[in-house]
């Protein structure tokens, strides 16, 4: 039987018409090997040729050829595109859903049970899709880091610059050296770091604590940390709380200086305790919030020498020991290109150097908050959101009320959304307690949720883990 015939029997291709197919000619030699020939049906004696142009015309105008055709390109997209994977594996003959495909960067590696780099292959987290990029690979992102020796007195010395370019790391080298460096003066050279290592995490902690480590990224400060977990970063804002406690311009003699710059009248409207209304009290201290905001501005990188409001932020490197001692724990370095001269931006956490200086952020004005409100007989808390934001809020009538210094806002939680923040923890801080309090700065809190990478349930176990080993800690100290 020809391939044809045997094509029109077979149910798949039932579509075929059934055309009448001459029997081999006497004169046209048959296969040597019958055998083998009749095992495969796609080799057409030299008989049906005549008919291998029905055939052809056939299988092209027919509809379902047609639907073949986009099935097998359905096919091909599945396999080599994400979005088709995902749509149509479901569909497929082969079972691809849930298949894993795993890349290397490095060399083909032949295989061996107990190659060291094989298993190394093997310990690489799998891809989501085969056509990412390389730099995506490995699920780590890895950091630029610049370096380069200035001579000394006691001898060459080498800083190191993560998350800023080399114009900013060279423009923080002429800082150190008090002199702009000529090219043959130094000489910066760059490698990319693995930030997830500890090695490297260790070898960034030495040289930011030797004060020759720059800064740039908000985030890369986070890199150093030897403990990643949410208990260590909560443990570090009720030990920030704890130092509140030493600072030697609160209670009485910050009322006295309130009423010194505001006046009497207005301090004791603000004050917790007197006879007006709630009303009355939150219109008092709205007032009190706009005078704040007109006194201590909101400090972007503006030029400390010719006040040119455009400077270019370098980067923070760790604060000095004379710095610290206003419990400042890094400096920003600015440079204004209108003068050419550098701006030193101390992160103090004191009221007195916050008064004196007039400059701040955030983190400043949110701690001069707290203990204003505490001077006026409040119950404060410190609120910390971990998109980079810090409030305070105060117990007013029974019921927590949201003051935000650098905005002059009062009672307004869910200001932050029209912001465009994406919110994942929200942390109020007593002293030595702290409380996840994101419910009421949020709208829609399933979304918020799965943004997070705790469940409600770790969370809370986090916190509560924070708060004994802190205990524990200052009762050891103690």
């Known amino acids: 039987m020809c391939a044809y015939a045997e094509l029109q029997q077979s149910p798949h291709f039932s579509f075929l018409p059934k055309l009448h197919v001459a029997g081999p000619s006497k004169h046209v030699a048959r296969p040597s090997n019958t055998e083998s020939s009749s095992r495969n049906p796609w080799t057409l004696p030299s008989s049906s040729l005549l008919s291998l142009h029905h055939l052809l015309c056939s299988w092209r105008d027919s509809p379902q050829t047609s639907a073949w055709g986009v099935m097998l390109v359905a096919c091909t997209a599945g396999v080599w595109t994400s979005k088709g994977h995902r749509l149509l594996s479901p569909f497929l003959p082969i079972r691809l859903h849930g298949r894993r495909r795993r890349l290397y960067t490095g060399r083909a590696v032949p295989y061996d049970s107990g190659n060291e780099e094989r298993a190394q292959y093997e310990s690489l987290p799998s891809v989501a899709t085969w056509n990412q990029p390389s730099n995506m690979l490995q699920g780590r992102k890895l950091e630029l880091l610049l370096e380069a020796t200035l001579p000394a007195m006691d001898g060459p010395e080498t800083f190191y610059g993560l998350g800023c370019n080399e114009t900013e790391f060279k423009l923080f080298l002429d800082y150190i050296a008090g002199r702009n460096l000529t090219e043959e003066q130094v000489n910066i050279s760059s490698k990319y770091v693995d930030t997830g290592d500890d090695n490297v995490r260790s070898m960034l902690r030495m040289h930011w604590n030797s004060c020759h480590l720059l800064l740039k990224n908000k985030s890369s400060k986070n890199v150093m940390a030897a403990d990643t977990r949410l208990v260590a970063e909560v443990k570090g804002y009720l030990k920030l ?135 006026l007989g409040y119950e404060t808390r410190w609120v910390v959101d971990w998109t980079d934001h810090v409030w305070v809020e105060v117990d007013l009538g029974g019921s927590w009320l949201h003051l935000d210094a650098c905005e002059a806002a009062l009672d307004d939680k869910k200001m932050y959304l029209s912001w465009g923040k994406k919110l994942t923890y929200i942390i109020a801080f007593v002293r030595g307690r702290c409380e996840d309090v994101t419910t009421d700065y949020v709208d829609d809190m399933e979304e918020v949720r799965k943004r997070r990478d705790l469940t409600d349930e770790d969370l809370k176990a986090s916190l509560e883990t924070a708060q004994k080993e802190f205990q524990q800690e200052q009762a050891s100290a103690s």
């Open 241 to 375: 709380m704890e130092s509140f406690e030493t600072e030697p311009m609160r209670g009485s003699a910050l009322l006295q200086w309130l009423q010194e710059q505001c006046g009497e009248s207005l301090i004791q409207r603000c004050q917790a305790g007197s006879n007006l209304s709630l009303e009355e009290t939150q219109s008092a201290l709205k007032e009190l919030l706009n005078w704040f905001k007109k006194e201590f501005p909101y400090y972007d990188q503006g030029c400390f020498h010719c006040g040119n409001k455009e400077g270019q932020r370098l980067g923070s490197v760790k604060a000095s020991e004379q710095e610290e001692e206003f419990l400042a724990r890094r400096s920003e370095i600015l440079f204004c290109p209108s003068c050419s001269r550098y701006s030193r931006f101390v992160r103090y956490n004191t009221v007195n150097k916050v008064i004196e200086t007039k400059k701040g952020r955030c983190g400043e004005y949110s701690m001069f908050m707290y203990h204003v409100m505490q001077s």
